[in-house]
Structures are given as structure tokens and as C-alpha cells.
């Protein structure tokens, strides 16, 4: 039986998974592949550091040039996270001649299609399906089952931490900084948790979706984003009444000759299968013109979900070699879709405004409204503060254009009647 070599870059909560699994399972995978798949060597930063597994101590190095020149090394896993140095060290393991599987979403965002060319160029394959949802696999039955269909929409929750965040103040009626702690104190944020609330992670996932599910590459920095942490709790109970949940949703949609990519908060029917994914879990909705609406769902992290699919990404490539295949990374980026600027948007929207208890107040709302041609779809009067003599309007608009809304919010809160814009979520149906 041929042997196939694994260097492992990075043994932290993924690595060790995969690690173990590799080692542990070696005699079933090797048979599923018709090869012996053998991991070699490990990289870490800290040789004394406590594993979550026992592994062999000849197994780890802090050299990576062990990984590198080592010729019986035929598949590299980069399991170290960040840019840098985990760029490099895939475009050093392609350069070498060798293939590479990474969960990285960050350096796949940014870099995909040029190192996708550079793996073409070696006849080395790049797999990269546990960067975006970690266990769900969604980038592969975008580019294998689903390549018939022509594809209009992708909405996803993509990010197990805002979710379980929004989840939380939703059920409780925490407020966000709350809710985020108790994420942190539970290990499901982190402790500088920018990257999550703020919705980067989110746009780094739906980059690579949108690129693959329309063939056209988008930027992370194409994506239109805002995050979590001006949510109040007050508007999940609105929302609710008014038959919405709120989520963190990643938006990437055909519009005529343009692509919408956004990642924001937005209302979502309670009637839909998006509206009851809760806590970490996360979901992908794809519609298809052929296939209709279908609906990735489960873990979109942990490391023994992600580790499913970097060890599934290792068995393909060490099948192919195996069977002598030809290896041909795929992204097949052969659009040039243009992405629609945000202001030209147009959905529905809710909002909250904190008003004085004042006649009148709701006739200079809708002229304001009417001014910039934005229909109310519903009006709700809510929490009459007597002592403030202030209450909140709650308002369903019908779809209206984003700088429009943008424009009225604007002079909404420069009424006198106005105290705030207490808040401004866009609705998804
Ligand atoms: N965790 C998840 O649920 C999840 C889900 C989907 C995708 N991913 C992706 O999977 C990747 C790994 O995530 P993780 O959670 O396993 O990260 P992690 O727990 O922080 O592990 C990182 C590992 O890389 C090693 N490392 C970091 N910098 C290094 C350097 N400069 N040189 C050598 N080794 C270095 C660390 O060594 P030491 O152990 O010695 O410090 C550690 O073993 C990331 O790209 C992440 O986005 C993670």
C-alpha cells in the first residue's frame, strides 16, 4: 500500500482533533482510501505545552523546514489561523509541490483565487471546505451538486457567536454587553471579540460563498457590514410581536447585472427555517433555480466538527493521489458581477424611535416619511413613559430604498418631538 504523508501545522483546538482522528482511525481511513494516510509531523509554537491528547512527543517540532523539506510530507493541513504567518506557510507548502487543506477563512477571503491559481499552476490542490461553517458542508455541494443550478440568493448565519449572543438576549431579555459576557465566561466569544460582533468573520464566510455560489470574486472588503452591539434587547420583543426574530444574517443576492453582499442584523419571519437556528449552531439557505430553497444546518464550530471536514478534505486529496487522479483546485471565478453599493439596496426596514407624548408627533413622522417616498407598512405604539412623557414608535416600512431611509432617519432625529432613533434594523424575507 502506497503511503501518503500529512504534516500538520498548528495542534490547537482543531489540530489536536484532526491530529487524533488521523491517528486513531488510521487503519479505516487508510482502507476507505486504498493508501496509507500517515501523519508525520506537527507544528507548534510551545513544545511544552499541555495537549488536549497524548500525542507522541516525536511527533511535534517548532521547525517548520522539518514539514517543508521533508519529501514523504504529500498533503500539508494549515491549522494555524490568522494571515500571517499561515499565507505563507500555504504558499510555501504549494510552492513545494505539495497539497494543502486549510479551515483559514480569513486567508481564503483574501487570497483564495490567487492561491487557488498558484495550486493550478503546481498541479497541487487547495481544499478549504471547514473555513466557512466549520462541520456543515456547504462549499462542495455548491461547486459539485448544485453546479447545474443557476443560484439567486444566499442567506446564512454564518457566526456561532453572534448567534448564540442574539439567541441569549432574545430569551432573556439580557442586554447585549451582558449577553456577550456570559459568551465569553462559556469560551463561545473571545475575549476581544471584534472579530465576531462586528461582523468580519461573518463577511470573510460570505466572500467565499458568494464567490463560489456566483462565480465572481468578491472582496471581504466588498461586503457591506455591521454588527451586533447597538442591538437592544426591547426591539427582540417588537420584533417578535410583529412576527420576526433577530439575526445576525450574511446576504449575498442576484440583483439584475449586480451583487448585493451584505452581513447586518436583520428581521427575520418567525415562519422560516433561519429564525430557529439559535445558539452556536449555524445555517446556510441557498435558492436555486433548479433545486428551490435548500438549508445547511448544524455545528459552525468546535473542533471535532471542523475537524470532520479538514480530515474529509485530506481523504479526497489522498484518494486522488492515490488513484493517480489529476488534481485540479476548483473556483471557477469566470463572472465579473459588480457589487451593488449599499445605499441602493431595497428591502423593507424597522425602526424605533423615542418620542415626546406630544399630538401631532405621528403626523410629522409620516410627512417625513412621505418626503422620501418611504411607505409605512405599520405603526405601533409602544411604553408610554408617563413621569418622561416620552413613548416608543415602533415602524414596518414597505420596501423602500436605503439612502431614502437613511436620509429620513437622519432628519427624524433632528425633530424637535424626536428624542432618539432608538433603532434602525433592515427586514429579510
Ligand atoms: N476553533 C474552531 O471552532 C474553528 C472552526 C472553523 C475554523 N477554524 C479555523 O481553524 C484554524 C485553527 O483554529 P484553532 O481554533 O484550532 O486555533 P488555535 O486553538 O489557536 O490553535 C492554533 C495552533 O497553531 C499554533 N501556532 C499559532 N501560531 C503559530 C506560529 N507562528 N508558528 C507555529 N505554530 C503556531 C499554536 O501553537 P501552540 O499550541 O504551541 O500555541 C496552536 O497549536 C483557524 O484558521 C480557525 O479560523 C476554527
Keep these: 500500500m502506497r ?42 509554537r510551545d513544545l511544552a505545552k499541555r495537549r ?24 500539508v493541513i494549515e491549522l494555524v489561523g490568522g494571515e500571517q504567518p499561515a499565507l505563507d506557510y500555504i504558499r510555501r ?22 492561491l487557488l491559481s498558484l495550486a493550478t499552476q ?15 458542508p456547504v462549499l462542495s455541494p455548491l461547486q459539485q451538486d448544485l453546479a447545474a443550478n443557476e ?10 457567536t453572534t448567534n448564540y449572543i442574539l439567541t441569549k438576549m432574545a430569551r432573556e431579555d439580557l442586554p447585549y454587553e451582558q449577553a456577550l459576557r456570559e459568551a465569553q465566561e462559556l469560551g463561545y466569544a473571545e475575549p476581544d471579540p471584534t472579530n465576531d460582533v462586528e461582523g468580519i468573520d461573518a463577511a470573510y464566510k460570505l466572500a467565499i460563498l458568494a464567490s463560489l455560489a456566483f462565480h465572481t470574486p468578491v472582496r471581504p472588503s466588498e461586503v457591506s457590514r455591521e454588527g451586533i452591539s447597538n442591538l437592544d434587547p426591547k426591539d427582540f420583543t417588537y420584533a417578535h410581536e410583529l412576527g420576526y426574530a433577530v439575526k445576525l444574517l450574511a ?3 442576484q440583483r439584475g447585472e449586480t451583487l448585493e453582499a451584505r452581513v447586518h442584523p436583520a428581521l427575520t419571519p418567525l415562519d422560516t427555517q433561519l429564525a430557529t437556528v439559535d445558539g452556536v449552531y449555524n445555517a446556510v439557505q441557498v435558492e436555486g433555480d433548479l433545486v428551490g430553497t435548500l438549508v445547511f444546518y448544524g455545528r459552525g464550530a468546535g473542533g471535532r466538527p471542523t475537524s470532520s471536514t479538514v480530515v474529509a478534505d485530506v481523504l479526497t486529496i489522498a484518494r486522488n ?28 426596514y424597522y425602526f424605533r424611535l423615542s418620542v415626546a407624548d406630544q399630538p401631532g408627533v405621528l403626523a410629522q413622522i409620516a410627512r417625513v416619511l412621505g418626503d422620501h417616498r418611504i411607505s409605512i407598512s405599520s ?33 427624524l432625529a433632528a425633530l424637535p418631538l424626536v428624542n432618539r432613533v432608538g433603532a434602525l434594523i433592515r427586514v429579510e424575507h
Design 52 to 75: 488536549t491528547y497524548p500525542f507522541p512527543p516525536e511527533l511535534l517540532t517548532v521547525n517548520v523546514d522539518e514539514i517543508f523539506n521533508d519529501p514523504s510530507i504529500d498533503i
Design 321 to 348: 493521489i492515490a488513484m493517480g487522479g489529476i488534481i485540479k483546485p476548483r473556483m471557477e471565478l469566470n463572472r465579473r458581477i459588480p457589487i451593488a453599493p449599499m445605499f441602493e439596496i431595497v428591502t423593507r
Design 3 to 44: 503511503e501518503i504523508g500529512v504534516g500538520l501545522l498548528g495542534l490547537g483546538v482543531v489540530g489536536s482533533e484532526v491530529a487524533h482522528i488521523l491517528l486513531q482511525r488510521s487503519e479505516r481511513l487508510s482502507e476507505q482510501v486504498g493508501a496509507s494516510v500517515t501523519l508525520k509531523k506537527a507544528l507548534v
Design 251 to 253: 446576504i449575498a443576492k
Design 151 to 160: 443560484i439567486s440568493a444566499i442567506r446564512a448565519i454564518v457566526n456561532g
Design 93 to 114: 507548502a504549494i510552492t513545494g509541490d505539495k497539497h494543502v487543506v486549510t479551515a483559514n477563512k480569513e486567508v481564503i477571503a483574501k487570497n483564495g483565487y490567487r
Design 122 to 136: 503546481h498541479e497541487v490542490d487547495l481544499r478549504y471546505e471547514a473555513s466557512v461553517c466549520s462541520g456543515i
Design 379 to 411: 405603526v405601533i405604539q409602544k411604553e408610554l413613559d408617563e413621569a418622561a412623557q416620552t413613548a416608543q414608535i415602533v415602524i414596518l416600512t414597505h420596501p423602500s430604498v436605503e439612502q431614502s431611509v437613511q436620509s429620513a432617519v437622519a432628519e
